[in-house]
């Protein structure tokens, strides 16, 4: 993916930071997932006083996309931090990652894991989920 999308998504993600409902960790955490028709869908993360029921920003964006009748994914920056202060990468969750096998394919589909927009990583859903259980394992 070209540098301009990717500081397009890493902006996107920055921005959903404010949306964020955390008033028990405080630990914000913004995401833009990049449909292959090129919509970006934005997630930010929604906590509950039970925990239980909260929502990551990933799966957001994820259940936003799909609710709308989107179901094919190229990439998601994921940006987080305490007090939305970024100082080192927030890499999705191990439920988060099992959205993504469900919907993206682990060779192709990009995970941009970023502080600003000149210091990121960008890896490939297999990379953070190896031997995935996804649709595929059910045929």
């Known amino acids: 993916m070209e540098k301009e999308r990717i500081q397009e998504l890493i902006q996107t993600a920055v921005g959903q930071l404010a949306y964020s409902y955390v008033p028990y960790s405080h630990f914000h955490v913004g995401a833009a997932l990049l449909a292959k028709d090129g919509s970006i869908y934005k997630g930010c993360n929604i906590e509950n006083a039970a925990y239980?029921?909260?929502?990551c920003a990933e799966?957001?964006?994820?259940?936003?996309?799909?609710s709308e009748g989107v179901k094919e994914f190229s990439a998601i920056c994921v940006v987080g931090g305490q007090d939305g202060k970024l100082t080192e990468y927030t890499p999705p969750c191990?439920?988060?990652?099992?959205?993504m096998m469900e919907f993206c394919d682990p060779e192709t589909f990009e995970?941009?894991?970023?502080?600003d927009?000149?210091?990121?990583?960008v890896l490939r859903l297999k990379e953070l989920l190896p031997m995935g259980f996804g649709p595929g394992n059910l045929t």
């Open 52 to 55: 239980t029921p909260s929502n």
């Open 59 to 66: 799966r957001t964006a994820f259940f936003k996309a799909v």
């Open 94 to 99: 191990g439920v988060c990652r099992q959205v």
């Open 111 to 115: 995970i941009i894991l970023a502080t």
């Open 117 to 121: 927009t000149e210091h990121y990583q």
